[in-house]
């Protein structure tokens, strides 16, 4: 089945840093999407991404869909304690009421 | 802000016993979805659900799962005979139209299942 792949697996960065995290698939993906999951909870929309190019800002957070459609990235500038959580990219291969499929995760942790 | 509810929020049961986990999407949304999350893995789906029928199931839904949609507002996962492996987090998710597009999924705060 069609898989993404997202890099880092986890992340170690000090308070303020910017961070960059990103997505790859062998599928093209008609929506990008970028979720955050605290612990014991589930995930939330950060970004939705709809179009090959699109580059999306929400605050802080900056993500693109890459033109191929297979790739993606997401940008957290200045980061701060409350960043800290487990960040998943998600790609829809039809429409928006189609499955979503993530990837695995990258874990992010902010030293003090 | 109009959220996605389920209960309850952690499921302990005997493995073969059969449990229903419950969803209330948000008030106007059209579909409806299952995602299930084992302890430190990614987040997979299940089944989706529209007009009152499975739209798509993935393989992992197999003939112990279900979902009914039982009333206007609530959206049930049946599993009929627990297995140790189905031990995880349950997300239900919804979305709705938005124009001529489907809306992004909005997601539940899980129930955690642990099958012993």
């Known amino acids: 089945g069609q898989q993404l792949n997202q890099s880092p697996q986890s992340m170690f960065i000090q308070e303020g840093e910017d961070v960059s995290m990103n997505c790859t698939s062998s599928?093209?993906?008609?929506?990008w999407l970028w979720y955050k999951q605290d612990p014991g909870e589930g995930p939330v929309l950060l970004i939705a991404?709809?179009?090959?190019?699109e580059l999306t800002s929400n605050g802080r957070l900056t993500a693109q869909f890459g033109i191929t459609r297979k790739d993606s990235f997401l940008n957290i500038s200045a980061s701060i304690p409350s960043d800290v959580g487990i960040y998943f990219c998600?790609?829809?291969?039809?429409?928006?009421?189609?499955?979503?499929?993530f990837g695995k995760g990258t874990r992010l942790h902010i030293l003090p | 802000e109009p959220e996605v509810t389920q209960t309850p929020s952690h499921q302990v049961t005997q493995m073969g016993q059969e449990v229903i986990l419950r969803c209330v999407p948000i008030?106007?949304?059209?579909?409806f979805y299952w995602y299930r999350q084992i302890l430190g893995q990614k987040v997979e789906f299940l089944v989706s659900?529209?007009?009152?029928?499975?739209?798509?199931k993935s393989e992992i839904f197999d003939d112990q799962f279900s979902v009914e949609r039982p009333d206007g507002s609530n959206f049930t996962l049946k599993i009929r005979s627990t297995k140790l492996e189905d031990s995880a987090m349950y997300f239900c998710?919804?979305?709705?139209?938005?124009?001529?597009?489907?809306?992004?999924?909005?997601f539940g705060p899980g129930t955690r299942l642990t099958v012993l």
């Open positions: 998710a919804s979305s709705t139209l938005s124009g001529t597009y489907t809306d992004t999924q909005y």
């Open positions: 599928s093209i993906f008609n929506t």
């Open positions: 991404l709809y179009k090959a190019g």
């Open positions: 998600a790609g829809q291969l039809s429409g928006r009421d189609d499955k979503i499929i």
């Open positions: 008030s106007n949304h059209l579909y």
């Open positions: 659900f529209y007009n009152n029928e499975i739209s798509e």
